[in-house]
């Protein structure tokens, strides 16, 4: 399986060292973008074309016609925090994204039948995990560094694209609990939610450690959908020793350890045309369930707390975890001629079981401005603020550290907060630059800092900023 891995990303690699091609900064959703399927149709202009390196003379656009789609975009930042965290520091992070499409309709009469196939080289170093000590990672491209396949899929679409069904190793957050608005912002947060991804092994089949599944999306009406995805909940492989991100180093694994992560999400949209004079909202519910099992975070299975000297060690077994979520992005005023140029706002939260979780509840709200000045109709500003919250049993699991080892000033854990500031400054349609600011209050949840002396010290908020470029090949 994994030679099968290997041949994806060199393929991909190859084919856009031969022929360059568009991109797009967003995971694949439903398929090939609009401007893909218009195969790269549009202005040819250095500063006016979609992508830096153009159709290279219309071979790109040949492709595409017989079905055959090479995209690549790069993310580039480096952020630094001068204030707070575990430590000062500064990092440099990047994510070039490899993407080959196949449209089997153009290529052999197969109507609906498509091919996805993503890798990536990930550089850098991790600034969240090393400097700040942050529960959520500081920027969602920070990963170990690495060249790894991350999707390899097929979808069949159905009467109209009523039905998709999409099989193969998949990206959990393609699909499911993403919020449009908060997509827009760096820190990890406002992508896949703490909810989920302190909560699951290994974060769950999300960036960068896709996972074997399935996804079923059904659209009843233009406003109304609903989508269900099963996933192995251990996209890592089972534990050995090593972190996640290095037991699955290629993401050519393929896991199927430790049970299955189910998701179900019910969509409703409305003013989502080109053509729509009305505001544009997304409004979704959805629930989550995970088969495998964990550990009381507080009570041994004698009933003994953990912290306590005659504790086993083992927390209580516990078969499964669930969560509930819900997510709002409406915009609230149109401003410009494009259908999202204006204020929009977002907002996400839900809840899961404190007894066996880290975050027991989390929340994320925030602002975009779409077009800021009439002579920027495509640069975005926004600002965003995220609260998640410690579970109980953790909470309580701390205060009887303090009391077992007679350390009453050792810190309680309670939540972790962000608030970012972020503008994205449109170039060129290939290229945005985007300086970032961001505020985190309580790192890790309120927790001690490993540097302190005798470890009693909580981490001090921490201050990040940086800058992060994007450029689509």
């Known amino acids: 399986m994994r030679l099968i891995g290997y041949g994806v990303v060199f393929l991909g690699a190859n084919l856009l060292l031969a022929e360059p091609a568009a991109a797009s900064d967003e995971h694949h959703d439903d398929g090939p973008s609009e401007e893909a399927v218009d195969c790269y149709g549009g202005p040819s202009g250095f500063w006016e074309r979609s992508t830096l390196p153009g159709d290279f003379g219309g071979v790109r656009s040949a492709l595409c016609k017989k079905g055959i789609q090479l995209s690549a975009i790069h993310i580039g930042e480096f952020l630094t925090n001068p204030v707070g965290g575990q430590k000062r520091g500064g990092k440099y992070q990047g994510r070039t994204e490899l993407d080959l499409d196949l449209d089997f309709d153009k290529m052999a009469g197969v109507s609906g039948l498509t091919v996805h196939a993503s890798s990536y080289w990930l550089q850098g170093g991790r600034l ?73 092994p290994s974060s769950g089949p999300v960036f960068p450690l896709a996972a074997p599944g399935a996804r079923l999306k059904l659209a009843f ?55 729509d004079t009305g505001l544009a909202g997304t409004y979704k519910l959805g629930a989550w369930y995970a088969s495998n099992r964990y550990n009381d975070q507080r009570w041994d299975s004698t009933g003994t707390s953990l912290a306590s000297p005659n504790s086993t060690g083992v927390g209580k077994p516990i078969r499964g975890n669930w969560g509930i979520y819900g997510v709002v992005d409406q915009m609230l005023v149109r401003t410009g001629q494009g259908p999202d140029q204006g204020l929009s706002a977002f907002l996400r939260g839900g809840g899961a079981p404190s007894d066996r979780n880290v975050v027991a509840w989390d929340l994320h709200t925030g602002l975009t401005l779409k077009g800021p000045h009439e002579s920027r109709p495509d640069d975005l500003v926004g600002i965003a603020f995220t ?14 550290n303090r009391f077992f080892n007679n350390l009453p000033t050792r810190p309680v854990r309670d939540y972790e907060s962000v608030i970012e500031l972020t503008y994205q400054a449109a170039l060129t349609p290939w290229w945005i630059l985007q300086p970032d600011f961001q505020y985190i209050i309580h790192p890790g949840g309120n927790v001690p800092n490993p540097n302190s002396e005798g470890g009693l010290k909580k981490i001090e908020n921490a201050v990040v900023m940086g800058i992060r470029t994007t450029l689509k090949f």
């Open 128 to 200: 969240g995990e090393k400097s700040v000590g942050s529960l959520m990672a500081v920027s969602n491209i920070e990963a170990v560094p690495s060249l790894r396949l991350y999707t390899l899929w097929l979808q069949q679409n159905l009467w109209d694209d009523m039905v998709s069904l999409r099989i193969g190793q998949l990206a959990a957050d393609d699909d499911f609990l993403i919020s449009t608005g908060a997509a827009n912002f760096v820190n990890s947060t406002f992508g896949w939610a703490p909810l989920v991804s302190t909560n699951l």
């Open 221 to 275: 009406t233009d406003e109304w959908s609903w989508k269900v995805g099963v996933f192995t909940v251990e996209p890592a492989g089972r534990p050995n020793g090593q972190p996640p991100h290095w037991r699955n180093h290629d993401g050519t694994l393929f896991s199927f350890a430790a049970g299955t992560f189910d998701i179900s999400e019910l969509a409703y949209s409305i003013n989502q045309g080109k053509d």
């Open 387 to 400: 609260f998640a919250s410690i579970s109980n049993s953790l909470q309580a699991l701390d205060r009887d």
